[in-house]
């Protein structure tokens, strides 16, 4: 499945109503996260296809920690440290909505859902340039994913 | 950097002491200065000078880009710990500007990224994450 696919999906939620109000816009902003993540981690895959580091890697992706590895990953891009900044700001919006039932202040969840838009398109439209980037930077990359491999495969 | 407090080693535990001492006036500046800072970002910023003038440096640049455009703001600072990623620690910058579209938003801080991540050391560039939000 085309992780963006879920990019689609959100898009047509938004013309949805339901009975469940902040429940369907909290799960917009999820589909939101999720299309980013997943497709910016899979063209991190495929750059490290037929390295040495490429099953440490399938291994970490099937694990909670992808989600903080793939923000490390893009942070180690200097002309992408900024959509590392995105993909974290993202995730934080994300887990607002999955997990904090109770917040401190009222979110205005339509606002939550323009901000998270936008910022999926930040991401989306550097996608050309994001393969060739992790290519470029292989070695740092292996090596790092060999790191994290070893941390993550000794946590209890 | 780590120093001992061997006593067999009295100038490193001088220098420790002096370090110490002037990363606490520090953290305290750095603090009075943002609108909130939480109580793990302090301690991480007590036990990191490097961390801390990073910080601060990363701090005025924000502030000064903001002051420029006279953009109303608030900054929090505070600390992440991925249960999930040991040894990953990440040190929120949470920029919150008044804007009524995220666009505008977002070019602020692809702009204040770009300014801000080119003067940091690399272990200061990896834990260090700028956010922007509404404020």
Known sequence: MDPLDFYGLAKELRTKSSNYPEALKRTIVGRFYYAIFLMVRDELGVALRGSQAEPLYSSISQMG??????????SKIERDRHLSNVLYGMRRRRDTADYRTQTLRKLNWDSEIDDIVSMADEVLQNRPGLQPSFSQKLFEIETFVTFWHSKVAASP | MQIGLDSSEPRANIKYIIESVFLEDRVKTISQKLDS????????????FEIT??????LNCLRTILENFAIQHDIAVSSWRDPEAPDFEALELVVKVDAKDFSSILRLWKMTDERIYETLSPTAKKKIIVIFERL
């Open chain 1, 65 to 74: 920690a992808i989600h903080t590895l793939v923000v490390d990953a893009l």
């Open chain 2, 53 to 58: 003038r990073n910080l601060e440096q990363a």
């Open chain 2, 37 to 48: 800072i939480s109580t793990e970002a302090e301690l991480l910023l007590r036990g990191d």
